[in-house]
């Protein structure tokens, strides 16, 4: 019984490795419908071999990127507003101070120096008696269509400029006219310096901006330009503001954003020393060219206060800051060859060479005048169970 | 010779065109088996064009995008504690100043004014003597479960107070109770304006949260209301704070951290002015409901200071900022029609329809009584090499 | 007529769902072809099962997170600057103040005070009198190798110092010599709390690195450990610099930047709670290791200024900042079974085991002697057209 049992096993394996099944077929001798058929299947392996596998390099695995970001802006700014000098330097114009990939340089200002908290009038807009009646209504409506510059005490001066009494910062900002040249147009020659390390955790690699030749040496004396010094990580902020499609002297007075995209493509089945970024530039907000008069929110800017003590009293010095905001943004995907995309391309492009085969038997079966005879030729039929029996019965 | 390899060329080529090879097939006439099979092949088309197709669109492929983020609060705060006014505005509550897509909204603070660098004595808790003893207990371990408020100089009043002196900014801060109502309550009020510009790299499709029909008209009067105004990119802090299933009275005391969350789910087969932001918030920490006492860390709080100069001596202003913080998330996935999802998508359809024939061939031949019959249709045996040549003699 | 309709699709019908095709086949009993055709085939199904399935989880799709990082540092600092004694707490020593992902913590700085801006003489390099020509050659010179320190007036000083005069921010910062060892050393036992909350879109599951067992009281004692305590969310900072492979002391002299990545690998087919994070760190600039002289930049330092008034006039405290920038990462990836890449694997699959007959095709019909043989049980040629007419005729 056992013997028996070994025996059929054995048989079964044997069976099973020492003969193998290959689909019976037929040749079919008909020109049209063959070329039709061969032209499918050769455009089937050109797609798959030169599209998939050359072009789009499906055989590859890809990943993203985790990245840090850090910056360093150099420059002195000078400004000369009626007469009293100033000077600016990283610690002034640059917010936040400690170098992130986003951050703004200031370009322009509105100072309003020693304010404190006190009750005085609200400011006299600049469109003049029309805006001095809405100030008279802001008493009665509570919707205000314009944010107030502080607390209603509820006291209105109707009787000399119309206007209400706030408790607020005063005296209150006025920022009806933006200095126009921006007073910062020195910011211009201020230079950039960006480092960006980036890592594929799929590979295990490491990436820096400063790539294999980037040392110090050059770094001292390098400026970035796209032809010349692709790799240079220092930029000039006339050059990124230029190159961005922007006129410095236009987003320095309102302000704008600019993304400054660090872009690393890389195919690690190359060197990795290939794996090198491309800088581009790029409006967020405030091109001017799309600022029609119908899109909204043209510029760039945001109040910022100093504070101080003064006679035992509270004082602050508000600068309402125009400024280029500087998002650094890094794209990244890198690709290696790993086996189960390259597999996965090839048995779904096995499936789809199927796909010709199937098309060409259509015409052949269905189109041809000749079909019943290729209906013939591929299939046979096996008669129902009871047709079958009758047959076996009368042979 | 040569006028032969060309003759034996040609006629390869002219075999390989004008013949094609399409596979015999038995046409099996049996209902049970047939109609198993035209159910699988049935059940496997409806998959593929069903679900791949047109449900998960998988003749799609995907990218998401790189973006930027900016953000302008306003309104004003009021405070008034113990008699002294105070106004709060933008520059004074916004954490940081400049715009980013994280920020935080003071809405309650404890003030420590006049502080400077000196020795004082540690502030005696609130638990009262279990408290002073711990202090007491300081000076001789060194593992101090609370942080200490400053520099220990070594001396310890033991006969007074029980509490050690600690050179430090003094006097030092007293954040034993929070203020409630929160001071800020009227932070309700402000109004938080986004703008947000995604790209898709894949597909250089740029898009503004600003879409079309947003112009500068409507965004000054509009407000977010998830049914009537749902582009509208200016928040009432108050309908976030609700609509992230918060109580404001309550975040506002204590502070906590609120998701807002852009989604752009982009088909750009269809036309790009379809590609809109859909908002949506929950919160992130410090949500009351799931801050059962055993979970860890409520609220949301920092320390911030405002230093200054008073007679030659360096002071500073200690703030114990309470505050939401806002994190603006932005998700996003555009979806475009290409050649390779979709022929990989056909392709391992034809592969799994052929998983239909195997299931019906393994009940064919293996379960159904009449299978030797079947085992004869389908298969013709080559004899082994051996028994072949015998044949041939044979015959 | 309509009945003959009628009939033909019912027909057409009943013929559709009442047979169906399998491709009839060779057995072919050649033990080499077929053992190596067995072999393949079996090479296909153990890189399928094993490798697509089992390893690489291939039934599964893929998700990464949106989330939010929300940090706070703990810890005073204690300096004693040529006997001035000062206490650095968490709102003088961390930038910026509000808690963000990225962060700086300042070890070292050089404090310049009382600053205002005035007229007065750059600062004399340390090289001395090769660099002092370099500030006399400057006025004629236009390229600045050094960032100048201010606004040249023009007047050099050439028959004393042969320095410049510049409108700056006097006195100059002299940033010659950093502080050895760093000033705030005790920075070591400083701790850093994160929180960090993702959320997985397609899941609709979120997660904080707050787990399940991590409770208010355990957070209170405890301290991260990556064999004892891998859950632990509070870090001290002496750990972590030495875990990033760095050495406390170089790095807190001369700043230097570290990740901390908090890697969530979730296999969402198993229970919610396994999901657990595990934090890693590394060095992202300044490390020594890396930082031999021809690479560029090390270390990490900003500037940052404390403005204050003294008798009406504006001055500042500069201090430039040396300091640990940690930046922390959130790499993010969850898998759950989705019916879409189990199918498109196994159609794959099946497409890649058609290739085993295929590449043994080749061998049985190309390679062997018997391909004669073969060859006339594989395919069964339909004559062309006109042939085919003829041999009907002849019979």
């Not at 050359?54 to 990127?65: F, L």
């Not at 110090?216 to 390098?222: F, L, T």
Request: contains cysteine.
């Amino acid at each position: 019984m056992r013997n028996k049992m070994k025996s059929f096993i054995t048989n079964t394996l044997s069976d099973f490795f020492f003969e193998y099944e290959t689909p019976r077929q037929v040749l079919v001798r008909n020109r049209r419908v063959a070329v039709v058929c061969r032209l499918i299947q050769l455009g089937v392996l050109a797609y798959i071999i030169g599209w998939v596998f050359i072009y789009e390099k499906g055989y590859q695995s890809s990943d993203t990127a985790v990245g840090s970001v850090l910056t360093k802006m150099k420059g002195v700014g000078y400004t000369n507003v009626t007469g009293e000098e100033r000077i600016w330097d990283v610690a002034d114009y640059v917010f936040p101070v400690q170098g992130d990939s986003s951050f703004v340089v200031m370009t322009n200002y509105i100072m309003t120096k020693g304010q404190k908290i006190e009750k005085c009038s609200e400011l006299l807009l600049h469109v003049g008696k029309a805006i001095s009646l809405v100030s008279f209504l802001r008493v009665f409506v509570p919707l205000h269509p314009t944010p107030p510059q502080g607390h209603m005490t509820g006291k209105c001066l109707v009787n000399t400029t119309k206007m209400c009494e706030v408790l607020a910062w005063c005296p209150v900002e006025d920022d009806g006219s933006i200095p126009d040249p921006a007073l910062l147009m020195s910011a211009e020659n201020f230079t950039l310096f960006i480092k960006n390390t980036i890592n594929f955790p799929a590979y295990g690699v490491t990436r820096c901006n400063l790539v294999e030749g980037i040392d110090n040496q050059y770094i001292k004396s390098c400026l970035y330009d796209p032809k010349t010094a692709p790799l240079c990580p220092i930029f000039r902020l006339g050059d990124l503001v230029q190159m961005s499609g922007f006129n410095f002297a236009a987003i320095a007075k309102v302000g704008g954003a600019i993304g400054i995209i660090i872009d690393w493509t890389c195919n690690l089945d190359h060197d990795q020393s290939d794996c090198k970024p491309i800088y581009s530039f790029h409006g967020l907000y405030g091109n001017p060219d799309e600022a029609d008069t119908a899109r909204a929110s043209v510029g760039y800017n945001f109040r910022y206060a100093k504070h101080y003590m003064e006679d035992k009293q509270e004082k602050r010095t508000l600068l309402k800051v125009f400024g280029i905001r500087f998002d650094i943004i890094v794209r990244s995907v890198a690709r290696k060859f790993d086996i189960i995309p390259t597999l996965t391309a090839i048995g779904s492009g096995v499936g789809i060479f199927g796909v010709a085969t199937v098309v060409c038997d259509l015409i052949l079966l269905y189109l041809l005048p000749k079909r019943e005879f290729y209906n013939n030729m591929k299939f046979k039929v096996t008669e129902t169970m009871e047709k079958v029996s009758l047959h076996q019965t009368v042979a």
